[in-house]
């Protein structure tokens, strides 16, 4: 009697087991299975959107990068020829030992306003094509030669800039002694992160007169 007990219970669990192979022979999957499956799918597809969040936000920061060195490279050439053929120069009463005094305002041979001495000023381009000083607190913008109310003219157009909307500013030191100029022009990010800075010297082609 004892032994056809055990029969009868081994029958039923082989009958369960068989009834489940029979349905995964059948295509199917059973409820732990799928929401394992599911589980395993959301947790893939979370890293995978996470990795590649990341790796577009890598490739636009280096994108913004080399813009930022390509901008710093043509402004130093414009700003080379500037300085280069400026016959007058406005110093300031701040003076550093290396550098010399720092420079108010030149006369530009190329873009700055006629008949005034002019300097680099940073502006914001409003929507009428009028400029207005950056904020100080964004680092630059888009350099005039001009005067600190924002009058003066483009050294470069707008569109150099580049779709990232890159701010630049430049500090300029002169030394009577060496009869040079020093430049400390920088890069910057539209939100003021600095992206490049670059230190150089200009000699003039003639000593120019000192207002």
Do not use: H
Not at 100 to 126: E, H, M, Q, T
Request: glycine fraction near 12%; proline fraction near 4%; hydrophobic fraction near 40%.
């Amino acid at each position: 009697m004892r032994e056809t007990g055990i029969t009868i219970m081994t029958s039923s669990i082989l009958d369960r087991e068989s009834a489940v192979r029979r349905a995964r022979g059948g295509g199917g999957f059973t409820i732990i299975e799928t929401l394992v499956a599911v589980i395993i799918l959301l947790l893939v597809s979370g890293g995978l959107a996470r990795g590649v969040a990341y790796g577009m936000e890598q490739y636009n920061n280096s994108m913004i990068l080399s813009e930022g060195k390509v901008l710093c490279s043509t402004l130093k050439t414009v700003i080379r020829g500037e300085l280069s053929g400026t016959s007058t120069v406005r110093l300031s009463a701040e003076s550093d030992p290396g550098r010399g005094a720092r420079v108010d305002a030149f006369y530009s041979p190329n873009f700055g306003i006629k008949d005034d001495l002019c300097a680099f000023v940073p502006v914001d381009i409003d929507e009428d094509g009028s400029y207005t000083p950056s904020p100080a607190l964004l680092g630059g913008g888009k350099l005039i030669l001009g005067l600190p109310s924002g009058r003066g003219n483009l050294i470069l157009s707008k569109s150099s800039y580049t779709k990232y909307d890159l701010r630049a500013n430049v500090e300029v030191w002169y030394s009577q002694g060496l009869n040079m100029f020093t430049v400390e022009l920088r890069i910057y990010d539209k939100a003021g992160g600095e992206l490049v800075e670059s230190t150089f010297n200009v000699l003039p082609l003639n000593e120019p007169v000192i207002e």
